[in-house]
């Protein structure tokens, strides 16, 4: 079958491809930016890739008028859009209305929990959502889940770093709220299973795992199997606001997805049950097993995507080849090359610069600016990298957002998503066995002028020690 897969660089979309390829199906990866989709699908005869962004009914012409199935995997946990609810309903529209144009029989939409008389402002919208997709020309089959833990997703992230850097945890009381968590394996057995299956046309199904528990469970459970002792207060005092600058401060996610999160953790997420597990063959393992495959999967280095990779964990909130061609006028910069005797590993060193590896000098200026920014509502340093070796266009690294990754052009662009009075990239780039280092800055205003004049002392620092580390190989 010819499978259309919306949010083909998303969290689920991401792990959902391959399966789909693996079942002998065509798939056409829809994403507003192609350059963020992985690299290896130019290679792959039975992948597709087009530009559809769903706000642009203009782009969606691209869509191939013979699909025979649709995954609409298009979510956002962005509060940073006052008429969040009516540009969720607008995706839908727009792709509905294209779909109806086509050939396709059936539309597989994931989306979340909502049997409680009080939902939150993201399930509400999910909701609409599901509304809006109904159709007489397609059979639609919703899947609504809840927490989905596996590794890289921000539920899994995030309570690994309350867990591994709290002892003590003084928590706001929505930790005693429950919910139903399912692990992502589980999740696409349900989205692979339905592809094509005429028993689940035309129906909706809460997907879940086999334990009610509530979120603070959740935490000393994942303790336990980390081997560390953990004690937790909840406490009524924590409004909303306080509990989202919590999780800000405390864990990676940023401040915009922990309003989104605390908004839906203070409504229970009870799934109804169903005869969906004996239709598509589908046993639910446990949260214990859940969080122990998701360990496998990052001791091996096998992450095959994160939320952290997502656009909502950062400032960067367009294409990412917008950024690509830097900027000279009115900008001042910071270039360095140096002689280089091995290119490849000095490469190799490159694409493993940031997270765990550090930037191989001036660590604690590095750090102390990640403070900083996260002090200012920046990211700071806690994203990190999702594969130690491995980069590819749109990854997060730390606080700066991969706009190019070449290694056969033997380039690396980023683009900075921390706090700043402008904008600013970061370029290495080897030609004739040099090394080519350049620090680019546009400022914004007097302030932006005044910031590069303070930090520039700092600047010479640490590029010329980082390059100096770099040029080694």
């Known amino acids: 079958m010819k499978v259309l897969v919306t949010g083909a660089t998303g969290y689920i979309g991401k792990r959902l491809i391959p399966l789909l390829i693996n079942e002998g199906h065509d798939v056409v990866c ?113 899947f609504k889940a809840g927490i989905i833990v596996g590794s890289g997703s921000s539920s899994f992230e995030i309570i690994r770093d309350l867990v591994e850097k709290l002892p003590v945890m003084i928590a706001p009381r929505w930790l005693n709220t429950r919910t139903q968590p399912i692990a992502v394996r589980d999740v696409l057995a349900y989205l692979k299973g339905a592809v094509g299956n005429e028993d689940v046309y035309n129906n909706s199904y809460d997907i879940f795992g086999p334990e009610v528990m509530t979120y603070k469970d959740m935490l000393l459970q994942f303790a336990r199997k980390r081997g560390l002792k953990r004690y937790i207060l909840t406490v009524p005092i924590m409004t909303p606001r306080l509990s989202s600058y919590w999780l800000y401060f405390v864990t990676s996610t940023s401040y915009k997805l922990a309003r989104s999160l605390v908004d839906s953790m203070n409504i229970e997420i009870i799934g109804k049950p169903s005869d969906i597990n004996t239709i598509l063959g589908v046993n639910p393992i446990s949260y214990d097993e859940a969080v122990e495959r998701a360990f496998i999967k990052i001791e091996q280095n096998e992450i095959i995507s994160s939320w952290k990779d997502s656009f909502v964990s950062g400032r960067l909130e367009h294409k990412a080849y917008k950024y690509v061609n830097v900027p000279t006028y009115g900008c001042f910069s910071d270039s360095k090359a140096r002689p280089i005797q091995s290119e490849t590993q000095v490469m190799n060193k490159i694409w493993s610069i940031g997270g765990e590896n550090g930037w191989y000098y001036g660590t604690f200026l590095w750090r102390l600016r990640g403070k900083l920014d996260k002090l200012f509502g920046g990211i700071g340093l806690r994203r990190g990298r999702t594969n130690p070796d491995k980069l590819e266009v749109g990854d997060a690294l730390d606080f700066w957002r991969v706009i190019f990754a070449d290694k056969e052009k033997k380039k690396l662009l980023l683009y900075a998503e921390m706090k700043l009075p402008g904008e600013a990239w970061l370029e290495f780039k080897i030609e004739n066995h040099t090394l080519h280092q350049t620090a680019t800055f546009r400022p914004k205003g007097i302030a932006g002028r005044l910031y590069w004049y303070l930090v520039t002392p700092f600047h010479w620092f640490v590029f010329n020690g980082m390059i100096n580390k770099l040029a080694k190989g």
């Open 30 to 142: 829809a994403a507003r930016d192609p350059m963020r989709t992985d690299p290896h699908y130019a290679d792959e005869e039975h992948i597709e890739v087009i530009e559809a962004d769903f706000l642009k009914p203009e782009t969606l012409k691209n869509i191939p008028g013979d699909i025979d199935i649709a995954f609409y995997l298009i979510h956002s946990m962005s509060n940073s859009s006052n008429d969040f609810k009516a540009l969720e309903e607008e995706c839908a529209v727009n792709f509905k209305a294209q779909l109806e144009q086509t050939a396709v029989k059936q539309v597989i939409y994931l989306s979340g929990i909502t049997n409680d008389d009080k939902i939150s402002k993201h399930l509400s919208s999910r909701k609409l959502v599901e509304d809006t997709l109904q159709s007489d020309h397609y059979a639609l089959t919703v």
